[in-house]
Structure formats: C-alpha cells, structure tokens
C-alpha cells in the first residue's frame, strides 16, 4: 500500500467544478523494501506529464479490443478542439476509439 503524503489541485476545481481543471497531482510517500526505500516510479511505470498537442497535431493512439487476441491496435490520426477539450478520434474496422 502506497501512502499520499500531499493532493494539489487546482483552485478553479475547487471554487467552480469547471471541468477544465479537473486534475489532481499525488505525492505518493516511498515504502521501504528489502531495507531501502523505494519511490512509487521505480515500480510501475506511468505516462509522462505533458501539453496538449496543437490542433492538426498527428498523434499515435493505441488500444486492445476485445476479439483481437490480445495485440495492440494503433493508428495515427491529427487531434482536434471540441468545446475547449483536446482529443483524436481513431478508427479500424473492429472499434472506434474517442480518447480525451
């Protein structure tokens, strides 16, 4: 079990619920493991943080379908702005893939 030592989030979460700030960041406490202490991303791996691509931006999306024996399908596609949210639609002939 990982212990949060510290939650941020930010203040227009906070005072409005605006959906566009609906983020947190976590500051998970190391654990000790075999006499040392071993921090959280020296065991699981994660996404690394980052800016929204531009609009028109060509990105890799990647995702598992069911029926596909378990292998990976990908696609590049440009990404778009809808009501002020990033996000790229991918499409392969056994799913369609809406990732915001």
């Not at 079990?1 to 500051?27: C, K, S």
């Not at 691509?53 to 596609?77: E, F, H, L, W």
């Amino acid at each position: 079990m990982w212990t949060i030592e510290a939650a941020y989030v930010d203040p227009r979460w906070l005072n409005g619920q605006d959906p566009h700030y609906d983020y947190a960041f976590l500051v998970v406490a190391a654990q000790q493991q075999g006499g040392r202490p071993v921090r959280l991303n020296q065991v699981v791996t994660g996404n690394s943080l980052g800016l929204a691509p531009d609009p028109g931006s060509r990105v890799q999306v990647i995702a598992y379908a069911n029926g596909m024996n378990g292998k990976p399908i990908t696609c590049t596609v440009p990404t778009n702005v809808v009501a002020g949210y990033p996000f790229e639609i991918a499409q392969h002939e056994d799913l369609a893939v809406l990732r915001i």
